[in-house]
């Protein structure tokens, strides 16, 4: 268990903090909810960082690091959602992408691929966590209705981009589930 291993596992430790920050109010306690997602999305960018340049990559943290972004980031989308920040339509379209390739990615496994993170994965990640972070601080009453209706546009730029990723990588499916009944008869 490295250190950047760590790293990604605090940021599927800090959902419990966030949602108890969310539903259990005291003072500070939406600020509190910016910080710590803050906290937790830059462990995204520095456990990738520290594995690379230490060369302690491992499949642990390729596995858990796309577990820990999609926990914190679907996490917050029920909350966005349930405080009536996010339309629930834009949350079920961007979570029923995560669910179709992550099961595309488990079937390529099985015939030995590895279906890395792409150039579009990485950019809807990208503005699904700044759309979170806009919202949130209009949900910290920063900003106001104009931080709420920025947040808004910005969660609609990362559903385009959710449908783009997701295609990119879904159109590979035919491939993938034909290498792996090749597999299944040999």
């Known amino acids: 268990m490295n250190f950047a291993n760590q790293l990604t596992l605090a940021r599927i430790v800090a959902i419990l903090p966030v949602m108890a920050a969310l539903y259990v109010p005291f003072p500070g306690s939406r600020f509190a909810v910016l910080a710590i997602y803050v906290a937790a999305i830059l462990t995204d960018y520095f456990d990738g960082v520290l594995a690379r340049r230490t060369g302690k990559v491992t499949a642990f943290g390729k596995l858990m690091d796309s577990i ?73 009453g920063v900003g106001g209705t104009l931080m709420a209706s920025l947040g808004y546009w910005t969660m609609f730029v990362a559903l385009i981009l959710t449908l783009f990723s997701g295609w990119s990588y879904l159109k590979d499916t035919p491939r993938i589930l034909a290498a792996t009944a090749g597999q299944n008869r040999a």
């Open 68 to 140: 820990a972004d999609k926990a914190l980031i679907v996490s917050l989308f029920f909350a966005l959602v349930g405080e009536g920040m996010m339309p629930s339509w834009m949350a079920a379209i961007m979570v029923v992408r995560e669910f179709a390739v992550t099961g595309l990615r488990m079937v390529a496994l099985e015939s030995g691929e590895v279906i890395a993170a792409n150039r579009w994965g990485k950019a809807k990640m990208n503005a699904q966590s700044l759309a979170i972070f806009i919202l949130l601080l209009a949900y910290a």
